[in-house]
T-cell receptor
Framework: AQKVTQAQTEISVVEKEDVTLDCVYE???????LFWYKQPPSGELVFLIR??????QNEISGRYSWNFQKSTSSFNFTITASQVVDSAVYFC??????????????FGTGTRLKVLA | DAGITQSPRHKVTETGTPVTLRCHQT?????MYWYRQDPGHGLRLIHY???????DKGEVSDGYSVSRSKTEDFLLTLESATSSQTSVYFC??????????????FGPGTRLTVT
């Protein structure tokens, strides 16, 4: 069965440190999608990035970067020069194909990041 | 921001009563989903819809039913609420089944307490 593992339950860093959030997945699909979401203390879920399984190019967006490695089934998220506003719970998610031709999504249990001033 | 609203935003109800949560979207997206979020479990899929009147079960569907009579609305019903259904419920929408625009956008959530 599809599975997403975020082994880091909680991480604390001091502001300006770099931090990497790990995500390991299991899937039987040949085409799949991976996602990262941010949930700040206010509670909303914010979409950050999508990665297609057939595109292994890594991506950088400002202080955020993502490292997709198909060989190790990982999709890790790095925040460079962390800021207090980065404090949130971060979720990794994986698509799972269905018999109806659409996708449903499996979420990891999340990593709580605390950035201390 | 995607136009997704959930109602009510907060609800307290008693064990055994029926409860209906509503998700409304203005994006005309085909796919809609209901999740519950509990500490230590992340987000778990309850039911999803891939079109009007087309729905299917997720991993935690027991005790829940859904209906989708029009594109913009997806209703989640707890037929007889139990304390184990105390949770935060999120609705999500997505536009496509791939390869682009498959990401989900979430509503603000509904906090449900069953006493």
């Amino acid at each position: 069965a599809q599975k997403v593992t975020q082994a880091q339950t909680e991480i604390s860093v001091v502001e300006k440190e770099d931090v990497t959030l790990d995500c390991v997945y299991e899937t039987r699909d040949t085409t799949y999608y991976l996602f990262w979401y941010k949930q700040p203390p206010s509670g909303e879920l914010v979409f950050l990035i999508r990665r297609n399984s057939f595109d292994e190019q890594n991506e950088i967006s400002g202080r955020y970067s993502w490292n997709f490695q198909k060989s190790t089934s990982s999709f890790n998220f790095t925040i460079t020069a962390s800021q207090v506003v980065d404090s949130a719970v971060y979720f990794c998610a994986l698509s799972e194909s269905t018999t109806s031709g659409t996708y449903k999504y499996i979420f990891g249990t999340g990593t709580r990041l605390k950035v201390l001033a | 921001d995607a136009g997704i609203t959930q109602s009510p935003r907060h609800k307290v109800t008693e064990t055994g009563t029926p409860v209906t949560l509503r998700c409304h979207q203005t994006e005309n997206h085909r796919y809609m989903y209901w999740y519950r979020q509990d500490p230590g479990h992340g987000l778990r899929l309850i039911h999803y819809s891939y079109g009007v009147k087309d729905t299917d079960k997720g991993e935690v569907s027991d005790g829940y039913s859904v209906s989708r009579s029009k594109t913009e609305d997806f209703l989640l019903t707890l037929e007889s609420a139990t304390s184990s259904q105390t949770s935060v419920y999120f609705c999500a929408i997505s536009e496509s089944s791939g390869p682009r625009n498959v990401e989900q956008y979430f509503g603000p959530g509904t906090r449900l307490t069953v006493t």
